[in-house]
């Protein structure tokens, strides 16, 4: 079983959707979540980032975090063909540099 | 300007092989790092360098051999390539003080050894 857990979809939606990306983790040391976008035949880019539990929100980006279920999850709102890509989540423990990935949800939006 | 480039785009080569893939940053980073993706889109570390001094060597075949020339600067040398090293190579880094949560990738290196 992998630390990180996370649906490979894909997950097709339409234009102005509301879209839930979730992951699920089994190790309670990891403190810092993020989320990446990776858009085709291109590097991830961090997106979303954020410690412990609770949310942030980023435009039309809102990224959660129940510690408690060890579960986090990406909402977009108003969801964009543009925002068609695969998203991947990431976390890390405290005091150790090294980032454990989901293997990514890949996301379809239709015009 | 390119942040963070790696060379080449794509490699294409037979098993048993030497090659070799470089990545530079001008971003001014102290941590450099190489991840590998696999066909199912799964990251996964492999080394990361911090101002040239290796501090992440995951569990990875000897054949793999990163170099820090400079603190700008991690090649990743693969030695006898085989088919399972097929994947794409991620050069990415980070800046200064240890919290890498802001990675900055390279577009990567796509390798195929037939």
């Known amino acids: 079983q992998k630390e990180v857990e996370q649906d490979p979809g894909p997950l097709s939606v339409p234009e102005g959707a509301i879209v839930s990306l979730n992951c699920t983790y089994s190790?309670?040391?990891?403190?810092?979540f993020m989320w990446y976008r990776q858009y085709s035949r291109k590097g991830p880019e961090l997106l979303m980032y954020?410690?412990?539990?609770g949310n942030k929100e980023d435009g039309r980006f809102t990224a959660q975090v129940d510690k408690s279920s060890k579960y986090i999850s990406l909402f977009i709102r108003d969801s964009q063909p543009s925002d068609s890509a695969t998203y991947l989540c990431?976390?890390?423990?405290?005091?150790?540099?090294?980032?454990?990935f989901g293997t990514g949800t890949r996301l379809l939006v239709s015009p | 300007d390119t942040a963070v480039s790696q060379t080449p785009k794509y490699l294409v080569t037979q098993m048993g092989n030497d090659k070799s893939i470089k990545c530079e940053q001008n971003?001014?980073?102290?941590?450099m790092y190489w991840y590998k993706q696999d066909s199912k889109k799964f990251l996964k570390i492999m080394f990361s360098?911090?101002?040239?001094?290796?501090?992440i060597n995951e569990t990875v075949p000897n054949r793999f051999s990163p170099k820090s020339p400079d603190k700008a600067h991690l090649n990743l040398h693969i030695n006898s390539l085989e088919l399972g090293d097929s994947a794409v190579y991620f050069c990415?880094?980070?800046?200064?003080?240890?919290?890498?949560?802001?990675?900055?990738f390279g577009s990567g290196t796509q390798l195929s050894v037939l």
């Open positions: 990415a880094s980070s800046p200064t003080g240890g919290t890498n949560e802001k990675l900055f």
């Open positions: 190790n309670s040391a990891f403190q810092y």
């Open positions: 954020t410690y412990s539990s």
């Open positions: 990431a976390m890390r423990i405290s005091g150790f540099q090294k980032l454990v």
């Open positions: 971003l001014g980073h102290d941590t």
């Open positions: 360098y911090n101002n040239k001094e290796l501090i």
